[in-house]
């Protein structure tokens, strides 16, 4: 973060150095080509040839204009040099090698090669990118399936028609899978019709009659999960002849509402394939650029002190990073005797007094068949330990 502040800091400079050049050269060349139209009007009245003033008058007008054009070179070869600091300030705070944190056995194989083409043809089709994903397939030699790109074919097209704010292939959609929305407990179908609606009714009292028959066709059928919110949509009608805008039911019109269908569409769409919401390779990028500048910075510092040989753990990390809330998907348990995270050797043991510890600590403290729990007298058998999953 502070390397963006950096860069931030003298592209701002730049910004500002330029913004001033060019309200100077725009108020310094307007007044120069005032200057010579007036002098060019004076000329063309003069019915006579130029007297030595006339000539006098023009030659300080072209002196003028050459010193003119020099100053505003001048000022371009020092916003030159100003623009020339950004991309030392990005070579200063940016790392461009990233090998020190990579492992190259990672992906050496050609099974690991291969799936990691597959992850990236996998994203190219829920990008709705469906000619890259086929070509990238074509020259990594993979077999493409059919049933991998059709429903996100179908589900692009659907979400391009959402941005035009055409409702009609979604609501099309939601009705086709809606016993599956419906045992996933999903409200898709219901905000689809309601964004309908809200169409007609900002139509205007000409759309009213359309709109109430719309409700009774459409809406009916919901009222027992959303009644509320029906009822807010049949209180709005009240204010069409004074117009939705400047009512309390303003903010069905707030914009936003089409961001949300657009993120209710997606969710409960992958949900329906089975399928996360953000794919696997931008899952895997986004949480690398979160943690690259924490381990480029311990490796720095391990570097410095000649300690790399440190950093040989094949499973684990030097340093705690945290990914943020978006990038925890699972419960991580640390033992609170030893302080260490479970793994699938040493899983989390629930003792009989409810409290938990590692499969690791729990032999530690067991003697023989008595186990005494360290955070209460409890005294009990380590054999009825049972293992806890999360």
């Known amino acids: 973060m502070d390397a963006c502040t950096g860069v931030e800091k003298e592209v701002d400079k730049v910004l500002h150095k330029f913004g001033g050049i060019n309200e100077h050269a725009d108020r310094t060349l307007s007044d120069l080509c005032s200057h010579i139209e007036s002098l060019k009007d004076s000329i063309e009245e003069s019915p006579h040839e130029l007297t030595a003033a006339q000539i006098l008058i023009v030659k300080q007008a072209v002196a003028k204009v050459k010193d003119t054009v020099q100053r505003l070179a001048s000022d371009h070869r020092d916003l030159h040099s100003t623009v020339s600091k950004v991309g030392k300030a990005i070579d ?15 992906f050496a194989g050609t099974e690991k090669v291969k799936l990691l083409n597959k992850v990236m043809c996998q994203h190219f089709y829920r990008q709705g990118m469906i000619d890259i994903a086929e070509e990238l397939a074509k020259e990594a030699g993979l077999k493409t399936d059919i049933s991998n790109k059709e429903p996100f074919q179908e589900l692009n097209r659907i ?9 009609q292939p979604a609501l099309e959609w939601a009705t086709s899978h809606r016993e599956t929305l419906a045992a996933q407990n999903s409200s898709l179908e219901f905000k689809l019709h309601r964004l309908q ?14 709109a109430v028959e719309y409700a009774r066709t459409h809406l009916c059928q919901f009222v027992g999960r959303h009644e509320k919110e029906i009822q807010s949509l049949m209180g709005a ?21 089409w961001v949300e ?22 899952v895997c990028i986004n949480a690398g650029c979160t943690a ?31 990914l943020g809330k978006e990038h925890r998907y699972h419960s991580v348990f640390a033992c ?27 032999n530690k403290l067991s003697s023989g068949s008595k186990l005494k729990c360290p955070y209460c007298p409890v005294e009990q058998n380590p054999n009825d330990a049972r293992q806890v999953f999360f």
């Open 261 to 282: 269908i657009h993120e209710v569409f997606i969710k409960d769409a992958c949900a329906l394939l089975g399928q996360s919401v953000d794919s696997p390779l931008s």
């Open 159 to 167: 979400l391009d028609c959402l941005k035009q704010r055409n409702l």
């Open 336 to 362: 609170p005797i030893l302080r260490q995270q479970s793994t699938e050797n040493n899983p989390p043991m629930r003792l009989v007094c409810g409290h938990v510890i590692s499969r690791d600590a729990l």
């Open 197 to 210: 609606f809200i169409n007609l009714v900002e139509k205007g009292v000409g759309q009213q009659a359309e």
């Open 92 to 106: 200063r705070n940016f790392v461009s090698d990233f090998a020190s944190t990579s492992r190259e056995e990672v």
């Open 237 to 257: 009608l009240l204010f069409l002849p004074q117009g939705l805008p400047a009512s309390p039911y303003s903010h069905l019109l707030d914009p936003y509402v």
């Open 292 to 322: 690259l500048p924490a381990l480029l910075n311990i490796k720095q510092v391990m570097q410095q002190r000649q300690v790399t040989g440190i950093w040989s753990g094949k499973d684990e990390l030097p340093i705690e990073i945290d």
